[in-house]
């Protein structure tokens, strides 16, 4: 007898599409947003790599399916799904539509006797598949976020983007669509994904089912908003992460780090953060002050805190074949496993392998040491560097973690790293956390992680960059985000030009989420222990008093500066927690409706009220600022108003930079900048 084919049902508020294997699971999943996961022969898991499951009452989720079952309709608030099966090959196409019915995003269709697949599975070793999504590309679109890229780009539309960490990267597969749409690559495998002028193409190495998340939003931060909800929210900044940061490579002994940290004070300068980096440990992985260095760290902490500082120690996911909690680790199965060849998977100063936060108990076990050898002395705020993690030649297909393979579950790691301290530093009765990590994932942001854009060079083509990395990240989700100011790598100290580039770096960084002096600077000086053994050097010095008098008065009065902002930092910082919003925003968010605003890559908005353009060029004294459309600015620095919608040219001097008030706003500023 003839049988009727019904390709797709609703089953329990859901549209289930099923022909030839394929099974493809479309829901919706938070407001004005719809999930889809797909699979070949076999059901649909409950996994989820970075969505939360929606909290609240669900809204009303309206569902169609014509009655020959070739089409069906999924609307959820302002998005639509509409679900189609092709005549060739009986494959689905999906089409994502707004409240207008206009097209947002469209999966490919399968192109007639070409014969192409929107999802595409190739079968791996061991049940997983190379994955590939591809969708309709709108040659006009605008693509922003993706996390950290160093690129100087803002509209992402036609790049090519590797999805996996490493040192000054940071992978975040959700974007911002200028056709007013979010979307979510709900996937930690090792990947790629392709921004084409003719289709985007999302690529897995390694994956079980295929899933993805896709929003519509009215506005940027409408868009911004729902993905905040679906992935997590920041908690709120601390007090202490709202003022000046002090930091070099490297203090390498108590004595050093109580007398900068008291030259501050007695210069009556604010320091809100005084951070020690790596290497105060004897082998990676201790876990513990080196007592030949720091015989008693807490009588220093305990002296910072009377100045009004907090300390922030840096740790290392890496464990050193010698180091004293090595063999534990590995027998317990707490470290990352190498798949063949020898288990090194990071060559520094040893041999290194790194603890694997994917396993619950190695969370458990490695905060416990934390907690006895630095939470327990006073520190509440530590430097989770490492992040990636750094393997050496990034083989991600050599390694496995507790959760599966790298290829499968990679871009985890920087987010379970976060995880690790977080829960740990909550558990043992601390409300007020930030950590500083040189990676993040989708959904790392809850765990209080603030991102520093990694091991950057000393130059302004770098420090171009770090405007647009620190944008992007914002609109990935994650708006705790800072630099090394005046860069990581090759700056000297005595350098002019060197000099030049900080005080530009200096100005930027004090209108940043964060605002930390960093780097190593040149030339350093050899350490060597007791024994003979050489240690990790120490760089030139790095405080705002090193670099000449003219110098350390531009900074003292940045330093002011920030503090004087203190209030409205609070604020922003709140709006992140309590919405998702960026602290740092590109000129669109606040003005979608202006055109000129979405192509800007030099300036941004410090909130909403504040509007800054850096001096991101050697020995420049002026440069051209657009103001968006739709609003006065006063220039902070003269009180000059200007009506937005043109591009105006601003002198800059080397101890000022322009900086513009949205209708007079946070007038205290004017005349101080």
Known sequence: MDVMLRFMEEKDGKLIFRENGETVLVESWGEDSIRVRSCMLGEIQDRNAALLTPEGEAAEVKIRIEEDGTEAELQNGKIKAILKVQAWGKKLQITFLNQKDEILLQEIADGGALTLNARQYKPLPGGTYRLKASFVSDPEEKIYGMGQYQQERMNLKGCNLELAHRNSQASIPFYVSSLGYGFLWNNAAIGE?????????????????????????????????????????????PEYGLGFWQCKLRYYNQQQVIDVASEYHRRGIPLDVFVIDY????????????????????????????????????????????????????????????????????????????????NPRTRDYVWGLIKKNYADLGIKTFWLDEAEPEFTGYD???????????????????????????????????SDIVNLVRCAWAGSQRYGALVWSGDIFSTYEDFRKQICAGLHMGLAGIPWWTTDIGGFHGGVTEDPDFQELLIRWFQFGSFCPVMRLHGNRLPREQIFARDGEEREGTGADN??????????????????????????????MKEAHEKGTPVMRTLFYEFPEDQAAWDVTDSYLFGSDILVAPIVYPKAVSRMVYLPKGARWVHAGTGTEYEGGQSVEIDAPIDTLPVFLRDGKQEYLIGKI
């Open 543 to 572: 405080e705002i008093w090193s670099y000449g008098e003219e110098n350390y008065r531009i900074m003292k009065k940045f330093i002011e500066i920030r503090e004087m902002m203190r209030d409205y930092t609070r604020s922003m």
């Open 396 to 430: 991600y297909e050599c390694y496995r973690y507790h959760e599966g393979e790298v290829l499968e579950v990679g871009n985890k790691y920087p987010r379970e790293y976060s995880r690790m301290f977080y829960e740990g530093q909550a558990a043992s009765g601390q």
């Open 279 to 358: 290497y105060h440990w004897p082998r990676c992985g201790d876990y513990h002050f080196d007592e030949e260095y720091f015989p008693n760290p807490k009588e220093m902490i305990d002296k910072l805190h009377e100045m009004g500082i907090e300390t922030m120690v840096s740790v290392w996911p890496q464990v050193d074949w010698r180091s004293e909690n090595y063999e534990y680790l590995k027998q317990q199965g707490m470290l990352v496993r190498s798949n063949r060849g020898v288990d090194v998977q990071m060559i520094f100063h040893g041999n290194n392998v790194f603890i694997d936060p994917t």
């Open 193 to 237: 994904v392709h921004f084409g002028l003719n289709t985007t193409e999302w690529i897995a190495e390694a994956a079980p089912q295929l899933d993805y998340w896709i929003t519509a939003g009215d506005t940027p931060a409408q868009v911004e908003e729902h993905y905040a909800s679906a992935t997590g929210k920041a908690p709120m900044m």
